[in-house]
């Protein structure tokens, strides 16, 4: 009896040992799997799964913590994926050379303050909600588009397309397209159109300025 017992425990710790080493493995075989999917995708996919994956972070806190905090997590991953800069000079479109340099840097960095803002405001829970990004991007040009998809029960997917073109510090985010088509960009700039003159600025910074204080509730100044 004590035989039985005894090997019924050894058998016992050995299946412990093995449940544990199972469960110890597992984070490096996802791990694996996901680098694996990483490799085998499109180089320009990269900065948008990075930045998604920061957006998710921020999502998942969602109102437990204040804007200004999210909005702090959300920045670099923002200056990471996004040429801000390029973006900018397009949207404001041939006043921009005309601006004085100083009033290029404020307005740039209203801009980014602006483009980090409507993020965090836009996406503030991670509830019922899954990103899908592809990982074949199609050629428009030298630039290549990323598809991503963002699904929530019982709503329809809202499909966000990134145009990425390749840079000296890699690929950047130069557009973003709204159900594949609405060019943020074009947008942008039927908006700014009206608010920029040859060397001034001011009303654009005003502006987006209102907007990031409308945004976050006036908890974030741009």
Do not use: C
């Not at 449940?19 to 791990?31: D, H, K, T, Y």
């Amino acid at each position: 009896m004590r035989y039985i017992v005894s090997i019924m425990a050894g058998r016992d710790k050995v299946l412990a040992s093995r449940r544990q080493l199972i469960a110890m493995s597992l984070p490096l075989v996802l791990a694996a799997r996901q680098a694996a999917a990483q490799a085998a995708a499109d180089p320009a996919t990269v900065p948008v799964t990075q930045f998604y994956a920061v957006l998710l972070d921020v999502m998942k806190d969602g109102h437990s913590l204040p804007f200004p905090q999210r909005y702090q997590l959300l920045a670099p991953a923002v200056d990471a994926a996004f040429d801000l800069q390029g973006i900018l000079r397009i949207s404001v479109g041939s006043y921009w050379s005309t601006l004085p340099p100083a009033q290029q840097q404020t307005l740039l960095q209203v801009f980014r303050s602006y483009t980090i803002a409507n993020y965090v405001a836009s996406f503030h829970s991670d509830k019922d909600r899954t990103i899908v990004i592809q990982p074949v991007t199609r050629a428009v040009g030298s630039e290549r588009v990323v598809t991503t998809t963002i699904t929530k029960r019982d709503r329809d997917p809202l499909r966000i397309d990134y145009v990425m073109r390749e840079e000296d510090a890699g690929w950047k985010v130069v557009d973003v397209l709204l159900d594949g088509t609405i060019s943020r960009v074009a947008v942008q700039r039927s908006d700014f159109a009206s608010l920029v003159s040859a060397g001034d600025a001011t009303p654009l910074i005003n502006s987006l300025r209102s907007k990031v204080s409308t945004l976050s509730n006036g908890s974030v100044t741009a």
